[in-house]
């Protein structure tokens, strides 16, 4: 009989409780199970998306659709399903978990991840053919959100980007992306704002964003960083908001030289830093346009 060696070990984490879906079948998650050969296990190679629900709806279904289509032509897979394959295996998730945490849907938020990996084969770096996806989904009930990063903004620090150069791509190779949120973790921060040969990219897992001179500036959409669908939701905000808006190359100059940063993800939605480094930035509160953009952002998620 084998026995783990390691008596010092800690007890493993517990399996957070909720339905999930996986490969046709609506499962708990604590029983949902995958082959060890999966590719997605052996070498990373799935891709994944996380969408938000507010109060039991998805929040910007289709442009969430469109770039998994392109993460999944990027690596090569084929999408196993229609779009409104996803939204009603989504839906449907939502109305189990909601039933699950015994919350109306109507009060329910919420995250679905979303995972495909190519499917299970012998290991081999060679891409077979003719594989079955694993496709897996699960929904995560949105933790309350703090409101002192709200109300005081976060410390960030910078790092050199050391990640691949296909950042364009939703993979869950995220080993990069792991180090990077190590490094922020170890000082304290909240993000690792990376630069590339003096220039922004991103954060670890964050798009960010200089406001000067009262208007909002981005890197490009180009394979050094991923297009978050933030980047559609801040240019639709800034435009009703009468707020100038562009994509631009942003060197570390212009960075620690602005008025305000913000950070945007899925999960943070619209975050101020207000010290970057040693540095403060602006004068180390949440600035007028963070301020704007946030209030706007919330009407939006609750309106559409």
Same mark, same amino acid.
């Given at each position: ?21 996986? +490969? ?26 996380? $969408? ?44 189990? +978990? !909601? ?9 329910? =938020? %919420? ?9 299970? !084969? ?7 053919? =003719? ?18 990063? @709200? ?28 180090? !990077? ?7 304290? !921060? ?16 964050? +798009?960010?964003? $200089? ?21 559609? $939701?801040?240019?639709?905000?800034? %435009? ?9 190359? @942003? ?32 004068? %180390? ?20």
């Amino acid at each position: 009989m084998f026995k783990n060696s390691n008596t010092n070990s800690a007890p493993p984490a517990a399996v957070p409780s909720g339905i999930c879906y996986l +490969n046709g079948h609506y499962e708990p998650l604590a029983e949902a199970k995958v082959s060890v050969l999966d590719r997605g296990f052996i070498f990373g190679d799935a891709i994944y998306e996380v $969408v938000p629900a507010y109060r039991g709806k998805l929040f910007r279904f289709e442009e969430h659709m469109v770039r998994l289509e392109r993460s999944l032509s990027e690596v090569l897979m084929t999408n196993p399903h229609a779009a409104l394959g996803w939204r009603a295996i989504f839906e449907r998730l939502l109305l189990d +978990n !909601a039933a699950l945490f015994e919350t109306p849907i109507l009060q329910f =938020n %919420a995250n679905i991840y979303l995972q495909i990996s190519r499917g299970v !084969a012998s290991r081999d770096h060679v891409i077979p053919k =003719n594989l079955t996806p694993t496709v897996f989904a699960m929904c995560q009930p949105s933790p309350e959100r703090s409101q002192e990063p @709200l109300e005081n903004g976060v410390f960030c620090i910078t790092h050199e980007d050391f990640r691949w150069e296909k950042a364009h791509i939703k993979t869950t190779s995220l080993m990069g992306a792991i180090l !990077a949120k190590r490094l922020s973790e170890q000082a304290g !921060a909240a993000e690792t704002v990376m630069f590339r040969d003096g220039f922004l990219s991103e954060a670890a897992s964050s +798009n960010v964003w $200089v406001v000067k001179n009262g208007a909002v500036f981005g890197v490009p959409n180009d394979h050094l960083v991923l297009e978050g669908v933030r980047y559609g $939701v801040l240019a639709q905000l800034c %435009a009703a908001q009468h707020i100038p808006f562009a994509l631009k190359p @942003l060197s570390k100059a212009d960075v620690f030289d602005a008025d305000e940063l913000l950070l945007s993800s899925a999960s943070k939605e619209i975050l101020p830093i207000t010290q970057l480094d040693a540095q403060a930035i602006g004068d %180390a509160r949440p600035g007028p346009i963070y301020q704007q953009l946030y209030c706007a952002y919330q009407a939006l998620k609750h309106h559409e």
